[in-house]
């Protein structure tokens, strides 16, 4: 019996919202055994080019990776997409649409928080984002925790970043049919991240996932550092019923702020088809 592929398919460079390098991810995952690897950061494949000749240098396979943003029944919902082809110009182009909008969300979240008296967050979110175009709730995370406002980014979140909170301002992102279309045009898979993480009902689920297969999407992730140990089978039930692929990640931002390093999730449950069946 083969020992299961060590695949690590979600993880976020300091090109988007984590704390490290392409490079530095690639090696940290070599370290940890990771046999194949995606870079997946939000919106952007500004990391591609560095991650995927990282990786090749030190003897990893690769596949091209991308988290993209939708809206799905007033919700954000996240599509990664792998094995893609990065130079395909309508993926680009969509993915700049959906970027452009978040300056200005940020400016918004600022000024909103800065009614309650915390002032000057969207030039401390900037200092950790970098790139206007691609500052995100995570940085504005970062600058609370910096100032000491609360103890850590879970706290940050749960008190002002989420829906009905003080910092909270929605964005209008790319629609699931836009996600999908743009992923498989060029030539990749569509896999749905970490869905234990939404606040939808079993029943807009249900619809989430049929219409996502509808459209041509392959996957869902199974075991994901975004699940708990018993969202593993409830999600591998999932895949089994609807003919997904399973994709296991990460989802590594940061040494201390991720619960899970990279390459150190437990394997797929053995009765599933890994989504990497589709790069072999």
């Known amino acids: ?41 939000h919106d952007v494949l500004g990391g591609q080019a560095r991650a995927q000749d990282a990786a090749l240098n030190l003897g990893m396979e690769y596949v091209s990776g991308v988290e993209i943003s939708i809206s799905w029944m007033g919700q954000t ?11 395909n110009v309508t993926l680009q182009d969509g993915l700049r649409a959906t970027r452009d909008g978040r300056e200005e969300r940020a400016r918004q979240m600022a000024a909103q928080l800065a009614q309650i008296g915390i002032e000057n967050s969207y030039e401390g979110a900037l200092k950790f984002a970098g790139n206007p175009e ?39 992102w790319a629609s699931l049919d836009q996600a999908v279309d743009w992923i498989t045009g060029a030539g990749g898979e569509a896999v749905i991240a970490h869905p234990g993480r939404y606040r939808l009902n079993a029943m807009q689920m249900d619809e989430l996932y049929a219409r996502f297969k509808d459209l041509g999407g392959a996957g869902i992730e199974v075991v994901t550092g975004s699940h708990s140990p018993d969202q593993y089978q409830t999600y591998a039930k999932v895949a089994k019923r609807y003919g997904f692929l399973a994709s296991r990640g990460s989802d ?29």
């Open 1 to 41: 019996m083969s020992m299961p592929i060590n695949a690590d398919l979600h993880c976020h460079s300091v090109v988007s919202d984590g704390t490290l390098s392409p490079e530095e991810l690639a090696l940290r995952a070599h370290q940890n055994g990771v046999h194949l690897w995606s870079l997946t950061d």
């Open 252 to 280: 590594f931002h940061d040494p201390q702020e991720s619960d899970i390093d990279l390459g150190q999730l437990p394997h797929l449950p053995e009765h599933l088809t890994p989504i990497w069946s589709a790069f072999h």
């Open 77 to 87: 919902v996240h599509i990664v997409g792998l094995g893609f082809d990065p130079s």
């Open 134 to 172: 691609l500052i995100a709730r995570t940085h504005f995370a970062r600058y609370l925790v910096e100032q000491q406002v609360c103890r850590d980014m879970d706290e940050v979140f749960r008190k002002y970043l989420v829906a009905g909170k003080p910092g909270y301002v929605s964005h209008r």
